[in-house]
C-alpha cells in the first residue's frame, strides 16, 4: 500500500500543494523483447501495464466542512494502463536507421477519473552515419532525425487538478513533427 499524494487547493491561502491523503496500490509488468533476424537488424517490442489505483474514498476538510471523495478504485491521475514501444534498429556499414513507435493508452487528469485524455501513438525514426576518418580521434556521426512523423496531436503530459476542481490541471503538448540534424 501506498499514499498517493495530491494537490489539494486551499482557498484561504489561494494556493494548491501536495499532500499525502489517500491510499492507493500500484502493480504492474514490462516486458522487453528482441529478435534479431541477422546481423544487422534487431526488432523490439516493450508493452507494460500499470496498475495504479486509489484503495479508499478521500475526506478532506474545506472551509470547515468534510468533504468525501470517491476515489476508491480509480486509476491515479497521468497514469496510463497500457504503453507500448516497438520499433526496429538497423546498421549497415556505417548507416544506423531506427525507428520508434509509442503507444500510450488512454490516462485521466484528475483523480476522479472524469476527464478523460485519449490514447496517442507517435512514430519516430532517425538515421546516422558513422564516419571514419583516418588518424582522428574522435568519431564523428552525421544523422537526421523525424519525431511524430504522422504529426499526431496529443498531450505529452499532465500535472493533475486538485479534488475541488478549483484548481485545473495543466498539460504539455507534445511534439508536433520536427526535424533535427546532427
Known amino acids: 500500500s501506498l499514499h498517493d499524494a495530491l494537490p489539494i487547493y486551499y482557498p ?3 494556493a494548491a500543494y501536495n499532500q499525502n491523503v489517500g491510499k492507493g ?5 514490462e516486458l522487453e523483447t528482441y529478435y534479431s533476424p541477422n546481423k544487422y537488424i534487431t526488432l ?15 475526506n478532506i476538510l474545506q472551509s470547515g466542512k468534510t468533504s468525501e471523495f470517491n476515489l476508491k478504485g480509480n486509476q ?10 516497438t520499433g526496429a534498429m538497423i546498421q549497415y556499414e556505417g548507416f544506423h536507421f531506427n525507428t520508434l513507435v509509442t503507444h500510450t493508452g488512454e490516462r485521466y487528469a484528475d483523480a476522479l477519473n472524469v476527464y478523460k485524455i485519449s490514447d496517442n501513438t507517435i512514430v519516430d525514426a532517425s538515421l546516422n552515419y558513422h564516419l571514419k ?6 568519431k564523428v556521426v552525421l544523422g537526421l532525425e523525424v519525431k511524430n512523423i ?3 496531436k496529443y498531450i505529452s503530459m499532465v500535472n493533475a487538478s486538485d479534488l475541488t476542481q478549483e484548481g485545473a490541471a495543466t498539460f504539455n503538448v507534445g511534439f508536433p513533427r520536427t526535424f533535427v540534424a546532427t
Open 25 to 29: 496500490k500500484s502493480y504492474g509488468v
Open 133 to 138: 576518418i583516418a588518424n582522428f580521434p574522435k
Open 12 to 14: 484561504t491561502i489561494t
Open 150 to 152: 504522422l504529426n499526431e
Open 44 to 58: 523490439f517490442l516493450h508493452p507494460s501495464y500499470n496498475k495504479s489505483y486509489f484503495t479508499e474514498n478521500v
Open 76 to 85: 491515479s491521475p497521468s497514469t496510463p494502463n497500457w504503453l507500448l514501444k
